[in-house]
């Protein structure tokens, strides 16, 4: 079994699974199902989406206040969730142009913060790649929403829906992934203690 570096592991693997499949769910309605005629509704939706996931992030916050790292970025990503999400529903009356600016912003910042998560907070090579990726991906559709003012506005939101997915995805893998290496660091563990034991009962019996 491959050697794990403990401090490699995210513990909180679960509130990226939640993360992710929200995003998904989001993303696929955004593409496949959205009534694009509604735009009201649509901004309502994504809304309800970003708080959603600012209440997970702040799950992941309160699972990680009892320790040295981690609470802080949980922190970051959900305060900008939630920020966007109170912008689209207190200035709902504001013109759409406004809505896809605040849309686009969000979009670039958690972008931002993804690739620094990727290069500052993340030393598993994997989980870099995943937050790097990701963070990427954030920053071009950002780009694209706010400067494709030749596209239809419903094709905006499909854009978002399109990072959304792409949220979606790789944080499961990421949740997966740390999920997988919890696995193996317990069983590490425990076929560490049975060889303990065994050494000490050797060393028993040979006095």
């Known amino acids: 079994m491959a050697h794990i570096n403990r401090r490699f592991i995210?513990?909180?693997?679960?509130?990226?699974?939640?993360?992710?499949?929200l995003a998904l769910?989001?993303?696929w309605f955004a593409l496949f199902?959205?009534?694009?005629?509604?735009?009201?509704?649509?901004?309502?939706f994504i809304s309800v989406y970003l708080l959603s996931i600012g209440i997970i992030d702040s799950a992941g916050a309160l699972y990680?206040?009892?320790?040295?790292?981690?609470?802080?970025?949980?922190?970051?990503?959900?305060?900008?969730?939630?920020?966007?999400?109170?912008?689209?529903?207190?200035?709902?009356?504001?013109?759409?142009v406004f809505q896809l600016i605040v849309i686009s912003v969000y979009t670039c910042i958690s972008g931002l913060i993804d690739i620094f998560h990727g290069f500052?907070?993340?030393?598993?090579?994997?989980?870099?790649?995943?937050?790097?990726?990701?963070?990427?991906?954030?920053?071009?559709?950002?780009?694209?929403?706010?400067?494709?003012?030749?596209?239809?506005?419903?094709?905006?939101?499909?854009?978002?829906?399109?990072?959304?997915?792409?949220v979606g995805i790789t944080s499961m893998i990421y949740?997966?992934?740390?999920?997988a290496q919890i696995t193996e660091d317990s069983t590490a563990r425990k076929e560490a203690v049975k060889k303990s034991a065994k050494k000490?009962?050797?060393?028993?019996?040979?006095?």
């Open 10 to 21: 995210d513990r909180h693997w679960l509130v990226f699974i939640f993360r992710g499949a």
């Open 25 to 27: 769910v989001f993303g």
């Open 175 to 179: 949740g997966v992934h740390n999920r």
């Open 120 to 166: 500052i907070s993340t030393t598993d090579p994997t989980d870099r790649f995943i937050r790097i990726l990701a963070g990427c991906c954030g920053c071009i559709m950002s780009f694209v929403i706010l400067n494709a003012g030749n596209f239809e506005l419903p094709t905006f939101i499909r854009f978002f829906g399109v990072y959304a997915i792409i």
């Open 33 to 44: 199902k959205g009534d694009m005629s509604n735009l009201p509704l649509i901004f309502s």
């Open 64 to 96: 990680n206040s009892n320790k040295k790292h981690g609470w802080v970025n949980s922190i970051v990503d959900a305060a900008v969730d939630i920020i966007a999400a109170l912008v689209l529903i207190f200035l709902a009356n504001n013109e759409i």
């Open 200 to 207: 000490r009962v050797a060393s028993k019996k040979a006095k």
